[in-house]
């Protein structure tokens, strides 16, 4: 094999712009000329493989852990023929260790940030799984297609049959890899708990996301094939068949853990009924962590809070590792940036360039998440690690939205700490859930379950928790011991979530209100009469999926809920989380009691309720 440099033009040697395949893989951790692997004296007589045109040594792999050197030779040549009929092969690879030089900084930064465009434009994506040969995968994703036909049956039969179900599942899904699609490897399977033995890779996750079409394939590297009706199609298994049946197995499984929980509470020395519950919780977070329900999502939001899931040697890759994903390039991968000292950045500055770039680009969609973890003063105004994207009660997926943006982002420094700046229109939260209330629904307009439903959605930020060890000042202090006092009555704020489901999200009903109603009297008694508002994030219409363009769709506004943690002008707002609300039933605008509902719910933004509002955030 031989690595041709690129050259304007997309020119390599003879060639210009030739169709190429590219394969994803990890094999990082496993490399056997770092540091502490040079104290291996067994491994003196392996080599890596040889590569002519370039002037760097390639990466020796251990072969015990991960795979042979042959086995590398043998994937070159496999993912260079056809997979099937439709295409005729290829004669180029893009294979990282061939075209990067994993020891120069600034040539390797350059390649980072060229990752979307390198796979983007791949004509075929080979995702490599060296932990399995190929009659286990073929047997594990049946087994797993299989699995997940039988839960949507299985759910609807007796208790025995969907535990059982659920067990084998969870042994299953236990012995998936995570190398190139994402899927987090379980070095003890049959043994300790997944939490404690999992090791991940952080740089396939961006690789997986920017091709769910890729072809998974197995030690040996010849494409697997699925199995309809326990005959073989012609149809290669790709990573977006894999997330979707992944997808429909975490569905079920958060939508019957809660009631598992309860069935263990009221019957604690049942060791049947506790056993479903932990396998249920175990399934729903490994699917999680492992990222494949946000790959399923294709909700870039949301990956970034998987990515600290992943291995990676330094901490800042969990930057590096997710931008191209947002077509971004920041850091060290900027052009002419290198030049400058790597140590001027770190992972804080890395995700606040991170956040800056989004909220400017998405102003809407970059607020669409709920931090579980109290955010750091000043950070609030950005996604982080603890960032997750819930399930909206709406049939869109939130990524697919056409949103029409009514607010403008910015950042600006404050004593070295890096804010949130809003310029946009807010009303206060009390008004606007009075006009909530006061919705009329007309049958002849609204369906069934439309009329069950709260025209809003509120979801919280867990700046609320009493179980964090967040201390920002006084009014966080106050704020964390009224709710935790607050357990009973009608304040009860922290009550109202199902905190059976592991989502921890209160939908669309009978509780919204509540929950609303809660927070604005927690927040009025506990912090002395501070704001609290709704900033107008912007509005999105709702499409039916496959429904035909001319019908009518439901309209919503979407605002961030704001408060300030003190009572002077200049103290900064703090983002509590996020809130949608319905204004348009299917071209139909509901009546109302509320004077100012067609002001406050309606499609004027600088009507009666609504102030212009700018300041800081955080």
Same mark, same amino acid.
């Given at each position: 094999m031989t690595s041709l440099e690129w050259q304007p033009g997309n020119i390599y040697g003879d060639h210009v712009a030739p169709a190429y395949s590219a394969v994803s893989y990890t094999w990082g951790r496993y490399a056997l000329d770092?540091?502490?692997?040079?104290? $291996?004296?067994? =491994?003196?007589?392996?080599?890596?493989?040889?590569?002519?045109? +370039?002037?760097?040594?390639?990466?020796?792999i251990n072969p015990d852990k991960h795979f042979h050197v042959d086995h590398f030779y043998n994937l070159i040549e496999q993912t260079c023929k056809p997979v099937d009929g439709a295409d005729c092969g290829t004669e180029f690879l893009w294979l990282d260790v061939a075209c990067i030089d994993q020891n120069n900084g600034p040539q390797k930064m350059a390649e980072i940030g060229r990752q979307a465009v390198i796979f983007q434009n791949a004509a075929r994506v080979f995702i490599w799984l060296t932990t399995f040969c190929a009659d286990k995968l073929t047997h594990v994703i049946d087994t797993l297609v299989q699995s997940s036909g039988k839960h949507m049956e299985t759910y609807q039969q007796e208790y025995p049959v969907r535990y059982r179900q659920v067990e084998y599942t969870s042994c299953l899904l236990r012995q998936f890899p995570d190398a190139a699609m994402s899927v987090a490897k379980a070095n003890k399977p049959d043994s300790s708990p997944p939490s404690a033995t999992l090791a991940y890779s952080l740089w396939t996750l961006q690789e997986a996301f920017l091709c769910p079409k890729a072809y998974l394939v197995p030690l040996e590297a010849s494409p697997i094939y699925q199995h309809v009706q326990q005959e073989q199609s012609h149809t290669p298994v790709t990573l977006g068949a894999l997330c979707s049946v992944a997808q429909t197995l975490k569905e079920v499984v958060d939508d019957k853990q809660p009631s598992a929980l309860q069935d263990w509470e009221l019957d604690r020395d049942n060791s049947v009924v506790l056993k479903r519950w932990k396998y249920l919780s175990e399934v729903s977070t490994m699917l999680t962590q492992r990222g494949l329900s946000a790959l399923a999502s294709r909700n870039p939001m949301a990956l970034y809070h998987v &990515? $600290? =899931?992943? #291995?990676?040697?330094?901490?800042?890759?969990?930057?590096?590792?997710? $931008?191209?994903? /947002?077509? @971004?390039?920041?850091?060290?991968?900027?052009?002419?940036? #290198?030049?400058?000292?790597?140590?001027?950045?770190?992972?804080?500055?890395?995700?606040? $360039? @991170?956040?800056?770039?989004?909220?400017q680009q998405y102003p809407v969609a970059s607020q669409l998440h709920n931090l579980t973890e109290p955010a750091d003063r000043g950070s609030g105004w950005r996604i982080n690690a603890s960032s997750t994207v819930p399930k909206l009660d709406i049939k869109s997926n939130i990524w697919n939205l056409d949103f029409q943006a009514r607010c403008n982002f910015s950042t600006q420094k404050v004593g070295g700490q890096q804010w949130g700046v809003f310029d946009g229109y807010a009303c206060d939260l009390a008004q606007l859930a009075a006009s909530w209330s006061s919705l009329r629904y007309d049958p002849s307009t609204d369906s069934t379950t439309a009329a069950r439903r709260s025209p809003q959605q509120v979801l919280l930020?867990?700046?609320?928790?009493?179980?964090?060890?967040? #201390?920002?000042?006084? &009014? +966080?202090?106050? %704020?964390?011991? &009224?709710?935790?006092?607050?357990? #009973?009555?009608?304040?009860? %704020?922290?009550?109202? /979530?199902?905190?059976?489901?592991?989502?921890?999200?209160v939908h669309r009903g009978q509780r919204q209100p509540l929950l609303t109603s809660a927070l604005i009297r927690l927040i009025g008694r506990t912090l002395r009469g501070a704001p609290l508002v709704v900033l107008l994030l912007g509005s999105f219409a709702d499409v039916e999926k496959g429904g035909p363009a001319t019908v009518p769709n439901d309209k919503y506004h979407v605002? %961030?809920?704001?408060?300030? %943690?003190?009572?002077?002008?200049?103290?900064?707002w703090k983002r509590l989380g996020f809130c949608i609300w319905q204004y348009e039933y299917k071209g139909v605008i509901p009546s109302s009691d509320a004077c100012l509902h067609p002001d406050l719910l309606g499609d004027e933004d600088q009507s009666a309720g609504w102030k212009h509002l700018s300041d800081t955030f955080g």
């Open positions: 770092i540091p502490r692997a040079k104290r $291996q004296k067994n =491994y003196k007589h392996v080599r890596g493989i040889e590569i002519k045109g +370039i002037d760097w040594p390639v990466p020796r &990515a $600290q =899931y992943r #291995h990676t040697r330094n901490d800042k890759d969990r930057v590096y590792g997710i $931008q191209q994903i /947002f077509a @971004l390039r920041l850091g060290e991968s900027v052009p002419g940036c #290198h030049d400058l000292d790597p140590k001027v950045f770190n992972r804080f500055n890395l995700e606040d $360039q @991170l956040g800056a770039a989004l909220v930020d867990d700046i609320l928790s009493t179980t964090s060890e967040y #201390h920002d000042n006084d &009014a +966080i202090i106050r %704020l964390r011991t &009224a709710i935790s006092e607050s357990d #009973h009555g009608e304040d009860n %704020l922290k009550g109202l /979530f199902n905190y059976h489901d592991s989502r921890r999200v605002g %961030l809920i704001l408060t300030r %943690l003190g009572t002077e002008a200049k103290t900064p």
